[in-house]
């Protein structure tokens, strides 16, 4: 360990190194316009879920994310469709523009570790803002998903009779549930309902495979934009049960590093972006293509 130096009494208490990197940061753009519309204009490192950038991927097929205007279609998804707002979003608004280079994360916990270490500026996807009690490093966009507006289903495998008859609370509690404890609002959520057999999986890539070889019953995903709101994951197919819904408590965000030399700044230009896509009815279109604000779930029973 590098030992701590106390300072001189008549010494007086300096910034800390982030404050000190802002100031460095400000005068810097003070000095010298044209660097800060330089830096402004460079691809800021953005993180991204590796199996959501691989579907990102296929989703634009070679195109610019900024031409997108129809986000349905093949490998069309709720985080691939949040993946091109947020790029749409630091276009939408005035000024330079930023533009985003996206680089894969394995977890959740090393995507977060690198925003609050500064090693990249945002996140391209949301999150819950409840997941993070402790958001030191990390700075949250305006809510692009206000609260009570996340409907999640209940996945099963296809050959699942005893999860896909299931037609109430009840029955859903007799049920083996995967989930991740460290994503807060979705565990809470089942806890809420009474689910007993609740059990932590580490990655999600590992779930539609427990589910596959029988080992549990059901997941929580969002609703797919297929004829039959089929989700394929990793070559396993699940299916919802029909009939049944969960509607989650909490908002979602885009996270910044606050650690970031551009984090600050990228988190004010970005609210300013998603408030124009907003109101040009592209954050809601972009939810409603992709599958993930279904009309064909309007009249299930949300638990």
């Known amino acids: 360990m590098i030992p701590r130096v106390a300072p001189t009494p008549a010494a007086q208490p300096g910034p800390t190194g982030l404050a000190r990197r802002r100031l460095l940061c400000l005068g810097a753009a003070l000095a010298c316009p044209g660097a800060a519309r330089a830096a402004a204009e460079a691809r800021l490192p953005a993180l991204i879920p590796d199996d959501v950038l691989l579907d990102y991927q296929r989703f634009l097929a070679g195109r610019d994310p900024a031409t997108v205007s129809d986000y349905g279609g093949a490998h069309a998804r709720r985080d691939v469709a949040e993946a091109v707002l947020i790029q749409q979003a630091l276009l939408a608004r005035p000024g330079p523009p930023m533009r985003l280079s996206l680089r894969p994360m394995p977890t959740s916990m090393r995507l977060q570790t690198e925003l609050r270490t500064g090693h990249a500026a945002c996140g391209a996807t949301t999150y819950w803002r409840e997941d993070f009690p402790e958001p030191e490093g990390l700075l949250f966009s305006d809510a692009v998903l206000a609260d009570g507006e996340f409907e999640a289903g209940l996945y099963t495998t296809p050959g699942n009779a005893r ?96 650690a970031h030399p551009s984090g600050p700044l990228l988190r004010e230009q970005l609210d300013l972006g998603l408030a124009r896509l907003r109101q040009q009815g592209l954050v809601r279109r972009a939810y409603l293509q992709s599958g993930f604000f279904t009309p064909r779930v309007a009249d299930w029973t949300a638990l």
């Open 163 to 258: 999860a896909l008859a299931a037609r109430s609370l009840a029955d859903v509690r007799r049920l083996r549930v995967l989930s991740n404890r460290t994503w807060r609002v979705d565990w809470q959520t089942l806890e809420r309902l009474g689910i007993t057999q609740l059990q932590h999986v580490a990655s999600w890539n590992l779930m539609p495979r427990m589910l596959q070889q029988g080992r549990a019953d059901v997941l929580l995903a969002p609703f797919q934009p297929t004829p039959d709101l089929a989700l394929a994951a990793d070559g396993v197919r699940l299916l919802p049960i029909p009939g049944l819904k969960i509607r989650m408590r909490g908002t979602r965000h885009f996270l910044v590093s606050a």
